[in-house]
Structure formats: C-alpha cells, structure tokens
C-alpha cells in the first residue's frame, strides 16, 4: 500500500544567528517531531496527513540537517533543544507532545529536562535515556574519522545497518531514498552531531520523575540499540513500551501500525 504524501509549507526561524527550518499543520494539541541523526524533517512525510486532521503537526530541522544550518563545531543536544524553544516560541506554544526519533530522542530528553513545564507527552522512538558507553563513544571517534575519509561510503554503511537484516533486501527501495536525503547532510552537520552526541549525559531520571504520559518504542532486532537492554530503563517506571519485530527505523519497517500506535497514544494524552 502506497501512503500519500503531502509537502507541507517550510517556515524558518532564527537563533543565534542559524537559521532553522520547520513546518506546521493542523490544529489542535501541537505535535513536534525530531528526527534522528543522517535524517531531516523529510521523514515524517507519510505521517503528517493522518496527524494533521486531528493534531498541530510540526517538524523541524536540527542543527546541521536538511534546510537548518550549522552552528560551530559541537551539536549538543542542549543547543538543539533550544533551537525547538525557539521554534515553539515563535508559534507561542507552551506545551507540546514530543516525538524523537533515535537522536531526536535525545534532544526531546534535553529539551524535556531544560523546559519541563513545556512538555505535555514524550515518545522515544528507537531511543534512549542513557548516555553513550565507552564503546560508543569510541565508535563515534571512529565514525568522524571514516566519514572524513569516505563521505558516500560512511553514508551508506551507516544507513543499511539501521534497519534488521531481514528487511533490507524488502525495503532497499526506501533505503535507498534515506541515503539520498543523507548525502544533503553536510560534512559538518555531521560530525558536530557527533561530537554532540558522544558527550550527552544520563538522562534515565526523567523517565522516572516526569509526571507526563511517555512512550518508549522499540525494536527487537535493532542493530545499533540493543532491545533486551534499552527495555531495563522503563522498568519500575510507568513509561509505555511498544515493541516491534524489526530494527531502528521503525516509522519504515513498521510505518502503518506506528502510525496507529502514535495516534493512539497521542489522544491519550
């Protein structure tokens, strides 16, 4: 089945000099979406027609991504958080569901322990609380150094390995359209992502102290987020999980029964 898309109206906004882009649809209980890193406001294409008829549907650019600019050498979570102050500044929103996906999960969680009072719902998708191990924080050296040396290749490699192997084969057309959209990355978007990334701090607490509804998805073959593990941050907390079969992309892999889901819970909310 074939979702329809519609292209919604791109505003941009200004901070620090930066200028950022983002949309907004619909009314009603407003509804910010953040994309994850490699990825741009794009990827929420095949959800806003559905969200938009009952919720005010808005997507941004981080910093370094799609049709926002860079803002120096290091992307801190806290930097992008304030970006999508500002963005809600601008439409005079003083609370919002958030939505993050992978790397958007971790600016919602700044952005959430920044401006707590602004917060009416969180969703981590394919995300996580928890600041990057030793091992991961080697990695992202690893990766400023290769995509350095080999942009295309870094790209490529990076992508396929989000989603679970049994679908990459199946959905190599929508694979291959996610690794267009992140060549448009530029070279210091990404590794100030990076750098930002890699120095984020434990944010598990939130999970436990936060009075609002939250949502952490999943899925049970993701190859960079580790299911069984990620899962024992929402224990003894009341943070919904929903689980899917697949990897870390699951608003592709699993696209209709997330776009139920979400829907659902936003109107929980």
């Keep these: 089945m074939r979702l329809k ?20 649809q619909g009314k009603g209980t407003a509804v910010v979406l953040l ?20 919720f005010r549907v808005i997507t941004i650019d981080l910093l370094g991504h799609g049709e926002t600019e860079c803002m120096g050498y290091v992307h801190s979570m806290e930097n992008n958080a304030d970006v999508v102050h500002e963005v809600l500044s601008e439409l005079r929103l003083r609370k919002v569901i958030l939505v993050g996906h992978s790397m958007g999960g971790y600016v919602a969680l700044a952005f959430a322990e920044l401006y707590p009072d602004a917060v009416k719902g969180l969703v981590l998708l394919n995300s996580t609380s928890r600041a990057d191990s030793d091992e991961r924080k080697t990695n992202r050296d690893r990766a400023i150094k290769a995509v350095k040396q080999s942009f295309q290749n870094f790209i490529s490699l990076s992508i396929s ?24 990355t530029p070279l210091q978007g990404i590794v100030a992502s990076l750098e930002g990334m890699k120095i984020r701090p434990d944010r598990e607490v939130l999970l436990h ?12 073959k993701d190859p960079v987020l580790h299911y069984e593990e990620t899962k024992e941050q929402i224990e003894d907390t009341q943070v919904q999980l929903l689980s899917f079969p697949d990897g870390h992309m699951s608003h592709i892999e699993n696209q209709e029964a997330l776009q139920d889901k979400l829907l659902q819970f936003f109107k929980s909310v």
Excluded: C
């Design 35 to 54: 994309h994850g890193f490699l990825e741009n406001k794009k990827m929420w294409d095949a959800f806003i027609p559905e969200w938009s008829k009952k």
């Design 161 to 184: 390995n989000l989603f679970s192997e049994d679908n990459r084969e199946r959905l190599s057309e929508s694979i291959n359209s996610v690794k267009q959209e992140a060549l448009k």
């Design 5 to 24: 898309f519609t292209f919604a109206l791109m505003k941009t906004t200004h901070f620090k000099n930066t200028a950022i882009s983002y949309t907004d």
């Design 209 to 220: 102290l936060t009075p609002y509804p939250k949502l952490l998805v999943l899925g049970k």
